[in-house]
């Protein structure tokens, strides 16, 4: 009872900040900006060519198709791939049947070459603004958590009062995670809303790899190993289900970030220390794993797992030029939090706040 009070207390300090006030003037704008781009990339469709939509026989070409890819897929999986080439070779044709066998069992047709997915455009999107915009809007509203009445002095009205620290600090985290967490899930819709709006609804069945893996190849005096996506494991999803569980992930990490964000307001007594120790820790771990891609060790960073959807689909391992799954991003995300926490709590645990 004294926790979810602490939490309500906490709660009601947050929406009255001015903080939110500007984060959520900082979401619009960004939802702005996708809305203008969006309207841009349909004006430059609309000056193509107008192409037909699928042929009503488009299901017996699904089919010849899908029987001709399952033709060569056998005769290939009979020898173990050992170049890049081959491996790519198999992968495509793994694709092509996972995909035509969907669009059989599910009586999905392409889309005209001239639409615009909007489904797909806000997938692309949330991607990269996991990485760059999301992360600082959370910073931004979770950022003086602790921080902030440590500055103004009003964080020793609430340790006097019969609450245990570590009770008023799970209470503060509890808004921290829970308000970022919601912040970005309804930012996610918002573009998906703003691009349905612009483009149409069309795409939602549309398929959507998960769970795929990326081996990378070393060919003999090359400087780089080459990447190739593998599809044995590859689920295909309806894109509408894709994009509620990549909503649900970027919640996720963003609960991550918060954590991070929350243990710097523990730290650094003061708001604006706070806020920029937490923006830098994030745009330094950006910038490391750019410049250090293809070590084992990029892996480890925090930053290189903000967008576990990316995990889940393949393209962190691109990003990093190692293989990467959504267990191993994850349970990275949940060390950083649980180490960082602690820190936090035994910290605010011994400081002595009263004659501070």
């Known amino acids: 009872m004294t926790l979810w009070r602490v939490v309500q207390n906490e709660w009601m300090k947050l929406v009255r900040r001015r903080r939110l006030a500007v984060v959520v003037a900082l979401a619009l704008c960004l939802v702005g900006m996708f809305a203008l781009g969006e309207h841009h990339e349909k004006q430059i469709y609309s000056r193509l ?25 056998n005769l290939l999986e009979r020898q173990s791939p050992t170049s890049a080439g081959a491996a790519q070779t198999l992968a495509a044709l793994k694709q092509r049947v996972q995909e035509d066998r969907y669009r059989l069992a599910y009586d999905v047709a392409p889309l005209s070459p001239n639409l615009l997915n909007g489904w797909a455009e806000t997938s692309q999107f949330v991607g990269a603004a996991t990485k760059t915009f999301i992360p600082l809007l959370v910073v931004i509203l979770v950022g003086d958590m602790v921080a902030g009445e440590m500055t103004q002095g009003t964080i020793k009205l609430l340790v006097v009062r019969p609450v245990r620290r570590r009770t008023l600090l799970l209470g503060k985290w509890l808004v921290s995670v829970a308000s970022s967490a919601a912040l970005s899930f309804l930012l996610c819709f ?9 483009d149409g609804p069309q795409g939602a069945m549309q398929p959507e790899w998960l769970n795929v893996y990326v ?39 963003m609960m991550a970030v ?11 007594p003061s708001a604006m220390v706070s806020t920029s120790a ?3 820790s994030i745009i330094i771990g950006f910038v490391v794993a750019a410049m250090a891609r293809g070590q084992s060790w990029v892996k480890l960073l925090f930053t290189t797992h903000l967008s576990l959807y990316g995990d889940l689909a393949g393209g962190t391992a691109f990003t990093v030029g190692s293989p990467v799954t959504l267990a191993q991003g994850v349970a990275i995300l949940l060390a950083w939090t649980v180490v960082l926490l602690a820190a936090a709590f035994l910290r605010f645990g011994r400081q002595d706040i009263l004659n501070a």
């Open 190 to 198: 918002a573009f998906l809303g703003v691009a349905l709006a612009i």
């Open 278 to 280: 937490a923006m830098g």
């Open 215 to 253: 081996r990378f190849f070393t060919q003999p005096g090359a400087l780089q190993s080459t990447p190739v996506v593998l599809y044995d494991h590859a689920v295909v999803w309806p894109m509408w289900q894709a994009f509620v569980l990549q909503s649900a992930l970027v919640a996720g990490a």
């Open 258 to 268: 918060a954590s991070i964000a929350f243990t710097c307001s523990v730290l650094f």
């Open 49 to 73: 060519p107008t192409q037909a939509a699928a042929s009503a026989d488009w299901q017996a070409n699904a089919k010849a198709e899908l029987a001709a890819a399952e033709a060569q897929l």
